[in-house]
């Protein structure tokens, strides 16, 4: 009774992870998928000229550094599993940005409640599976043209169904994690795929330093510095939230009369967390992959020179990333909060904000707060994004390559989305054990 009110200890929470065998469990299996999906990135495909293909790649480009954020290495690797959540999240967005412009889409999302998001799951596959076969079959006939030991049709289509297969598999794990491992499937696969990145890029930093002498060094502590600034930042920001207060009119139950309650509506400075910087970097990543492997030279270089991080025209990489990043949290808010529906609601409850009247006027002011707290939060969001990438080039540091902002960000929101959904389950163990008693 004493604990019932107050967020779980850090002591409490592994207790719980330890003896709770519903928590356990879903740990377990949460565990036991991260590690398959890490073993299959390296199950190489057949018929590669895998020398020919590691010194094609150890050459560095953006495109595979960006790749790589989401495959885990698989890019580089060429393994089943080279696709990985990609053609998931490619297939996320075009389900999203249909879902606000078809009103059927829109229906089954509000109004149909688990069946209606069944549907669009099942429809969000389906694209999965499309989007999967077009990326496999480009890039089995044209990014690994050149590194076949026999190239031909049954190369094309023996490549093509592995990737595939491995990204449906892949797609259909993150989803056994959501439901029945500790939640957040996509987003804690990407964040295993980042993590296994950084010894590589970390081992090269201090390659670096050592070569740089204390010039160096100096860079790299002044790199390092900002991005532990950033760390803090991303916290204070994910964390940060607009607490509107709320009253509850007088009720009468029987013959005694409830006296006001009051509340609260609490509306995040950062409504997507992560998912806009996941959104603008998968966006961002398809032109640069259709530039660098078409055939017409002038794309080529202009995708190469102004949608590549480490190319000259990185400035309007940086400018574009914003602008996405911006776009994409406002469009994410609207999905996530309606300020109609939650005016809606309170009148029906009988609840309304101190000086706002029920109805119109609260949907308007709603608005008008969540749109504050979008700007400064997509604001932030970008900064933090593209400063470290500006201070990395300045620097002349390249071993991030450009991508260490983007991965902290992902790396901070996705912990700490997953230790929420953890506390989450501790407290709803603490519950069933008070009822119990």
């Known amino acids: 009774m004493i604990s019932r009110d107050r967020a779980p200890t850090a002591q409490e929470t592994f207790m719980q992870m330890a003896q709770a065998a519903g928590l356990r469990g879903r740990l377990f299996v949460t565990i036991g998928i991260l590690l398959l999906i890490r073993l299959g990135i390296y199950i190489p495909i057949p018929g590669i000229d895998r020398v020919r293909f590691s010194a094609a790649m150890q050459g560095g480009n953006g495109l595979a550094g960006i790749l790589d954020i989401f495959s885990g290495g698989g890019f580089s690797a060429l393994g089943v599993f080279t696709l990985g959540i990609l053609p998931f999240i490619n297939a996320s967005i075009i389900i999203q940005l249909l879902t606000a412009a078809i009103p059927a889409l829109e229906k089954l999302q509000k109004d149909e409640g688990e069946a209606g998001r069944r549907k669009i799951s099942q429809i969000t596959r389906y694209v999965a599976l499309g989007w999967g076969i077009v990326q496999s079959i480009?890039?089995?006939?044209?990014?690994?043209?050149?590194?076949?030991?026999?190239?031909?049709?049954?190369?094309?289509?023996?490549?093509?169904?592995?990737?595939?297969?491995?990204?449906?598999?892949?797609?259909?794990?993150?989803?056994?994690?959501?439901e029945r491992g500790?939640?957040?499937?996509?987003?804690?696969?990407?964040?295993?795929?980042?993590?296994?990145?950084?010894?590589?890029?970390?081992?090269?930093?201090?390659?670096?330093?050592?070569?740089?002498?204390?010039?160096?060094?100096?860079?790299v502590v002044v790199l390092l510095l900002l991005f532990l600034a950033?760390?803090?930042?991303?916290?204070?920001?994910?964390?940060?939230?607009?607490?509107?207060?709320?009253?509850?009119?007088?009720?009468?139950?029987?013959?005694?009369?409830?006296?006001?309650?009051r509340s609260f509506l609490p509306l995040r400075l950062n409504q997507g967390g992560v998912m806009p910087i996941i959104f603008a970097t998968a966006i961002l990543s398809l032109p640069l992959l259709i530039g660098q492997f078409t055939q017409n030279q002038q794309i080529a270089e202009f995708t190469?020179?102004?949608?590549?991080?480490?190319?000259?025209?990185?400035?309007?990489?940086?400018?574009?990333?914003l602008f996405s990043i911006i776009f994409f949290s406002y469009f994410?808010?609207?999905?996530?909060?309606?300020p109609v529906d939650i005016a809606q609601n309170l009148k029906k409850m009988g609840s309304?904000?101190?000086?706002?009247?029920?109805?119109?006027?609260?949907?308007?002011?709603?608005?008008?707060?969540l749109?504050?707290?979008?700007?400064?939060?997509?604001?932030f969001l970008g900064l933090v994004a593209i400063i470290p990438t500006v201070v990395e080039r300045a620097l002349g540091v390249p071993t991030f390559r450009g991508l260490g902002a983007t991965s902290l960000l992902i790396l901070v929101g996705v912990a700490i989305d997953t230790a929420k959904q953890i506390q989450t389950y501790v407290i709803s163990q603490r519950y069933e054990g008070m009822v119990k008693q």
């Open 304 to 321: 190469n020179t102004y949608l590549n991080p480490g190319g000259s025209g990185w400035w309007a990489y940086a400018l574009i990333y």
């Open 230 to 261: 950033t760390i803090v930042g991303i916290v204070f920001v994910q964390e940060g939230m607009r607490r509107i207060p709320i009253i509850s009119a007088r009720r009468q139950v029987g013959r005694r009369v409830l006296a006001e309650q």
């Open 138 to 178: 480009f890039i089995s006939a044209v990014w690994l043209k050149g590194f076949a030991i026999d190239f031909g049709l049954v190369f094309v289509f023996e490549t093509a169904l592995a990737l595939v297969a491995g990204s449906m598999f892949v797609m259909w794990a993150s989803e056994v994690i959501t």
């Open 182 to 219: 500790i939640g957040n499937g996509a987003s804690l696969l990407i964040f295993l795929n980042i993590v296994s990145s950084l010894p590589t890029t970390l081992g090269s930093t201090i390659s670096f330093a050592q070569v740089g002498g204390r010039q160096a060094v100096g860079q």
């Open 352 to 369: 309304s904000i101190p000086g706002i009247r029920p109805g119109k006027a609260t949907s308007e002011y709603l608005e008008r707060v």
């Open 332 to 338: 994410y808010s609207s999905l996530i909060v309606n």
């Open 371 to 379: 749109n504050r707290l979008t700007f400064l939060g997509a604001g």
